[in-house]
């Protein structure tokens, strides 16, 4: 059953909770979403339903960003206002959203969707309309055509997290039999993809390829025949609560294969998700582990997510959101005369490199994406995540 769709305003920092409809102090932004006092933004992601987590913590990432700055003053004298839609990772309901927040709520920018089905539904609209579209949860190839230029990612490619996973598996363990267990949808299919190319490039061969639908935990079957196939190495391409069933039941059958999960998995629920079975479970990341006390914008993102609401747990995806916002927050701030989507977009793309704290983006007129590293983490047995430069240290 779909949920309708929800509003959810971060105003002057604030999460104010989830409000329906549109919102009627914003009429005066419908052109631009630029006022004398206010810049509004927009997002459509999964803010119900079982990828939630996702969603919601880069909300909470980017209205964290947005209250540092508003509570100093905002941007130019204004503050960053967020609109949030619920789409529940559907990619019909992410296109109405997008529709509403252009048209009806007038934003001056998209940020944070979640998803390859979803972006895809929502890209063109954004890029029909001239709107910056920011920070999407997705390592979809498209996203990265220059020729797009109101988009503006964050994270690497799918295909540099595939790549990490191979290079990784082959050179630190020796890994020769890999399986993969991939969602059936074109994020799914993205990251096969991406595997095949990486494996091609060193003349190997997957063993075992199996996969389940969107929005179910149908992975048994898909166990069965990467388990006959004895792979030495499974990677997942999917979301928390399918991978999780997958790792639960492979090791209830013995398996002892390295499992290795993309960092779209949303890497905190899926540690949750699987309890005991959790420790070794490698999961590769887009940004930096927001625990790491070397990183003044780790520490700076725990201080704002604190000051937001001091019962939120730092996270990756939370980590990335406050990045997302951060970036925002600079490029405003370095443009020069009006702030329109135009100069936006043009600061981002002249200034090239972005220092957030310790944590650096480069752009560039035919690159819009600004982090290339892929992080390869561990979880250990109390759920935490250890960054490690080798899997050797994993063991498998």
């Known amino acids: ?94 296109l109405q959203n997008t529709r509403k927040l252009i048209s009806s709520d007038g934003v001056f920018a998209l940020v944070g969707a979640v998803g390859t089905p979803a972006t895809t539904a929502a890209q063109p609209i954004a890029t029909n309309f001239g709107v910056p579209f920011f920070g999407a949860y997705s390592g979809a190839a498209f996203l990265r055509n220059p020729k797009l230029k109101n988009i503006v990612n964050i994270r690497a490619s799918v295909d540099e997290e595939a790549e990490a996973w191979v290079e990784h598996l082959t050179k630190d363990i020796d890994a020769k039999r890999i399986g993969v267990l991939y969602q059936e949808d074109s994020f799914g299919r993205a990251g096969l993809e991406g595997v095949r190319k990486a494996m091609d490039k060193r003349g190997l061969k997957l063993v075992a390829e199996g996969s389940y639908y969107r929005g179910t935990t149908a992975v048994k079957t898909a166990l069965l025949d990467i388990r006959k196939a004895k792979a030495d190495s499974v990677v997942l391409i999917g979301t928390a609560k399918p991978v999780a069933e997958f790792i639960k039941l492979a090791r209830s059958l013995g398996m002892e294969s390295l499992f290795v999960s993309t960092s779209f998995v949303g ?98 007129a035919e690159d819009n994406q600004g982090l290339d590293k892929v992080f390869m983490t561990v979880i250990q047995d109390d759920g935490a995540f250890k960054t490690v430069n080798s899997l050797a240290a994993v063991g498998g």
Not at 26 to 32: E, H, I, N, P, V
């Open 1 to 94: 059953m779909r949920l309708p769709a929800t509003a959810i305003l971060a105003g002057l920092g604030v999460l104010a909770g989830i409000v329906a409809g549109t919102l009627p102090s914003m009429a005066l932004a419908q052109d631009t979403g630029v006022t004398s006092d206010r810049i509004l933004l927009g997002q459509s992601a999964a803010i119900v339903g079982p990828e939630s987590a996702i969603g919601l913590g880069l909300m909470r990432g980017m209205t964290a960003a947005f209250k540092e700055v508003n509570e100093a003053g905002g941007v130019k004298g204004r503050k960053i206002e967020l609109i949030t839609y619920d789409d529940g990772y559907a990619p019909d309901v992410a």
């Open 267 to 364: 890497p905190e629920t899926l540690a949750q998700d699987l309890g005991a079975a959790r420790k070794g479970v490698v999961v590769s990341q887009a940004v930096p582990n927001p625990m790491d006390d070397s990183l003044k914008l780790a520490a700076d993102f725990r201080a704002a997510l604190k000051e937001l609401d001091a019962s939120i747990p730092p996270s990756f995806i939370g980590f990335e959101g406050y990045i997302t916002g951060r970036l925002i927050v600079d490029a405003l701030s370095r443009i020069e005369g009006d702030i329109t989507r135009k100069a936006l977009l043009e600061t981002i793309a002249t200034t090239g490199t972005f220092d957030l704290g310790g944590v650096t983006l480069n752009f560039g």
